[in-house]
C-alpha cells in the first residue's frame, strides 16, 4: 500500500507567504496612479511608463534570479530580491519627477523578480511530488491572487490616512517581514525527464530549438498585456467611465459609494475570483491536455474583453467583468511552468519559466505603456483594450501546435529531437 504524500509541505506553505505579499503590494500600484499624477501634475504617460518599466525589469530579473537561485541557492535569491524590492520601494517615495520615478520603478521590477513566481515556483516544483505538482504550482499560485484580493483596497485605504510616500514606506516594509517564512524555503533538486547531469546551457540550447518552446513563450504575449492593462489601468478607468453607484442598492450597502472605491474593490474582485480559478486550472492540469486547457483560456479571455467593452460600462458590468476575467486571470501559470516542467524537466525550470515570463513581461510592458499613451492621445482606453482582444486571439492559436511531450521521449527525425 503506497502512502500518499501530503500537498500542503512547509515549503508550498512559506511560499505562498511570500507570493502573497509581494503580489498584494505589486498589484496595488494602479491605486497610486491618479494621486502621483496630480500631485506633480504628470501626464498619464509618465506614471505608465515607470509601471511599464517595472513589468519589463520584472521580466528580465526573472531569469537572472532564477539562474541565480539554481547556482548559489534558493533562499539567497528570495533575500536579495526582497532586500532589491524595499529599497525600491523607498526610494521611489523619494522620487519627484518622472525620471526618478521610471529609474527606480527598476529596483522594484527586480525586487518582484526575486519574490515572485520564477524563484518560488521553481522550488515548490521540485519539494513536490508527481501526483501533487500541478496542484501545488496553482496553490502558490493562488496565493498571488490572495495577495492581489486585498493588495488594491489596503493601498486605496491606507492613503485615505497618509500620503502616497509613506504607503510606499509601510509596503517596504511587509517585503522585509515577508523573510520570517524563509526558512521553510528547503526544496531538494530532484531529478526529472532530462538528465540532472546535463548543464544548463545544454538545456536552453535543447529548448531554443524546440519550436514549441518558442510558442509557449509567445502565447505567454498576451498574458502579460491583458494583467500589465488592468492591474496598471482598470482602477483610473472605472472611476473615470463608469456610470454612477445608485444610492440604496446593493454596491452602496456594502459601502462602495464612489468609482475610486469601485475601482480598487475591482482588482481585489478579480483575485478572489482568480483564487478558485488558479486552483481549478491546477486540478485540470493533471488531468487534461495543458496546452489545450491554455487555449481554452486565452479564447475565454478574448470573448470576455470583447463584450465587456462592446456594452456601456455600469458598476454591474465592472462587477461581472471582474468576476468573469478573474476566473482566469493567473489560471495561466500553473499550466505554462507545469508544460514547461513537463517537457524539459524540473532541474531548471526556473530559468526556463523565466525566459517564457520574460515574453509576459514584454507584454505587460505595452500594455500598461501604451494604455498611459493612448490615453493621453485620445482620452480614452478603446483602442488598448481591442489590441488586448488580438493578442488574446492570437495566444489561442500558437498553443495549439505545442508537442506536449517530454523532450527526452520524443522520437529522433532527421538526426535530431522532433519538434
Same mark, same amino acid.
Given at each position: 500500500?503506497?502512502?500518499?504524500?501530503?500537498?500542503?509541505?512547509?515549503?508550498?506553505?512559506?511560499?505562498?507567504? @511570500?507570493?502573497? @505579499?509581494?503580489?498584494?503590494?505589486?498589484?496595488?500600484f494602479g491605486?497610486?496612479?491618479?494621486?502621483?499624477?496630480?500631485?506633480?501634475?504628470?501626464?498619464?504617460?509618465?506614471?505608465?511608463?515607470? @509601471?511599464?518599466?517595472?513589468?519589463?525589469?520584472?521580466?528580465?530579473?526573472?531569469?537572472?534570479?532564477?539562474?541565480?537561485?539554481?547556482?548559489?541557492?534558493?533562499?539567497?535569491?528570495?533575500?536579495?530580491?526582497?532586500?532589491?524590492?524595499?529599497?525600491?520601494?523607498?526610494?521611489?517615495?523619494?522620487?519627484?519627477?518622472?525620471?526618478?520615478?521610471?529609474?527606480?520603478?527598476?529596483?522594484?521590477?527586480?525586487?518582484?523578480?526575486?519574490?515572485?513566481?520564477?524563484?518560488?515556483?521553481?522550488?515548490?516544483?521540485?519539494?513536490?511530488?508527481?501526483?501533487?505538482?500541478?496542484?501545488?504550482?496553482?496553490?502558490?499560485?493562488?496565493?498571488?491572487?490572495?495577495?492581489?484580493?486585498?493588495?488594491?483596497?489596503?493601498?486605496?485605504?491606507?492613503?485615505?490616512?497618509?500620503?502616497?510616500?509613506?504607503?510606499?514606506?509601510?509596503?517596504?516594509?511587509?517585503?522585509?517581514?515577508?523573510?520570517?517564512?524563509?526558512?521553510?524555503?528547503?526544496?531538494?533538486?530532484?531529478?526529472?525527464?532530462?538528465?540532472?547531469?546535463?548543464?544548463?546551457?545544454?538545456?536552453?540550447?535543447?529548448?531554443?530549438?524546440?519550436?514549441?518552446?518558442?510558442?509557449?513563450?509567445?502565447?505567454?504575449?498576451?498574458?502579460?498585456?491583458?494583467?500589465?492593462?488592468?492591474?496598471?489601468h482598470f482602477?483610473?478607468?472605472?472611476?473615470?467611465?463608469?456610470?454612477?453607484?445608485?444610492?440604496?442598492?446593493?454596491?452602496?450597502?456594502?459601502? @462602495?459609494?464612489?468609482?475610486?472605491?469601485?475601482?480598487?474593490?475591482?482588482?481585489?474582485?478579480?483575485?478572489?475570483?482568480?483564487?478558485?480559478?488558479?486552483?481549478?486550472?491546477?486540478?485540470?492540469?493533471?488531468?487534461?491536455?495543458?496546452?489545450?486547457?491554455?487555449?481554452?483560456?486565452?479564447?475565454?479571455?478574448?470573448?470576455?474583453?470583447?463584450?465587456?467593452?462592446?456594452?456601456?460600462?455600469?458598476?454591474?458590468?465592472?462587477?461581472l467583468f471582474?468576476?468573469?476575467?478573474?476566473?482566469?486571470?493567473?489560471?495561466?501559470?500553473?499550466?505554462?511552468?507545469?508544460?514547461?516542467?513537463?517537457?524539459?524537466?524540473?532541474?531548471?525550470?526556473?530559468?526556463?519559466?523565466?525566459?517564457?515570463?520574460?515574453?509576459?513581461?514584454?507584454?505587460?510592458?505595452?500594455?500598461?505603456?501604451?494604455?498611459?499613451?493612448?490615453?493621453?492621445?485620445?482620452?480614452?482606453?478603446?483602442?488598448?483594450?481591442?489590441?488586448?482582444?488580438?493578442?488574446?486571439?492570437?495566444?489561442?492559436?500558437?498553443?495549439?501546435?505545442?508537442?506536449?511531450?517530454?523532450?527526452?521521449?520524443?522520437?529522433?527525425?532527421?538526426?535530431?529531437?522532433?519538434?
Amino acid at each position: 500500500m503506497t502512502t500518499r504524500t501530503p500537498l500542503f509541505t512547509p515549503v508550498l506553505i512559506g511560499g505562498s507567504i @511570500i507570493i502573497l @505579499i509581494s503580489f498584494a503590494i505589486r498589484a496595488s500600484f494602479g491605486v497610486f496612479q491618479i494621486p502621483i499624477a496630480e500631485e506633480f501634475g504628470w501626464p498619464r504617460a509618465e506614471f505608465s511608463l515607470a @509601471i511599464a518599466i517595472q513589468n519589463l525589469a520584472w521580466g528580465i530579473g526573472q531569469p537572472i534570479f532564477a539562474a541565480f537561485a539554481e547556482r548559489f541557492g534558493d533562499r539567497r535569491a528570495i533575500i536579495l530580491g526582497a532586500l532589491t524590492y524595499a529599497a525600491g520601494l523607498l526610494l521611489s517615495a523619494l522620487a519627484t519627477t518622472p525620471g526618478q520615478h521610471q529609474l527606480l520603478e527598476i529596483l522594484v521590477g527586480f525586487g518582484i523578480a526575486g519574490t515572485g513566481f520564477g524563484v518560488i515556483l521553481a522550488v515548490v516544483g521540485r519539494a513536490a511530488s508527481d501526483e501533487n505538482r500541478s496542484m501545488a504550482l496553482a496553490v502558490a499560485t493562488a496565493a498571488g491572487s490572495a495577495g492581489q484580493v486585498f493588495g488594491a483596497p489596503l493601498a486605496e485605504w491606507l492613503l485615505g490616512m497618509m500620503p502616497w510616500q509613506s504607503v510606499f514606506a509601510v509596503f517596504a516594509i511587509a517585503v522585509l517581514a515577508s523573510l520570517a517564512a524563509l526558512p521553510m524555503m528547503r526544496a531538494p533538486v530532484l531529478a526529472s525527464h532530462t538528465a540532472i547531469d546535463e548543464g544548463l546551457g545544454a538545456i536552453l540550447r535543447k529548448a531554443f530549438r524546440d519550436p514549441s518552446y518558442s510558442l509557449i513563450f509567445l502565447g505567454f504575449f498576451s498574458c502579460g498585456y491583458q494583467l500589465g492593462f488592468i492591474t496598471a489601468h482598470f482602477p483610473a478607468f472605472v472611476t473615470e467611465v463608469c456610470g454612477p453607484i445608485q444610492s440604496g442598492g446593493l454596491l452602496d450597502g456594502l459601502g @462602495i459609494r464612489s468609482t475610486s472605491a469601485l475601482g480598487a474593490i475591482a482588482i481585489s474582485l478579480i483575485g478572489v475570483a482568480n483564487i478558485g480559478g488558479t486552483l481549478m486550472a491546477g486540478w485540470l492540469g493533471n488531468r487534461f491536455s495543458k496546452k489545450y486547457l491554455l487555449a481554452g483560456i486565452y479564447t475565454a479571455r478574448t470573448l470576455i474583453a470583447a463584450a465587456f467593452i462592446l456594452v456601456p460600462m455600469t458598476p454591474a458590468t465592472v462587477v461581472l467583468f471582474s468576476v468573469s476575467m478573474g476566473a482566469l486571470w493567473l489560471a495561466t501559470v500553473p499550466l505554462t511552468s507545469g508544460l514547461v516542467a513537463y517537457i524539459y524537466g524540473l532541474r531548471y525550470m526556473g530559468t526556463l519559466y523565466g525566459i517564457v515570463f520574460f515574453s509576459h513581461q514584454l507584454g505587460a510592458f505595452l500594455g500598461v505603456w501604451l494604455g498611459g499613451r493612448m490615453y493621453d492621445l485620445t482620452g480614452g482606453y478603446t483602442v488598448v483594450w481591442w489590441v488586448g482582444v488580438g493578442v488574446g486571439a492570437f495566444s489561442a492559436l500558437v498553443h495549439l501546435p505545442v508537442q506536449e511531450r517530454p523532450l527526452d521521449q520524443r522520437p529522433p527525425r532527421g538526426g535530431a529531437l522532433a519538434a
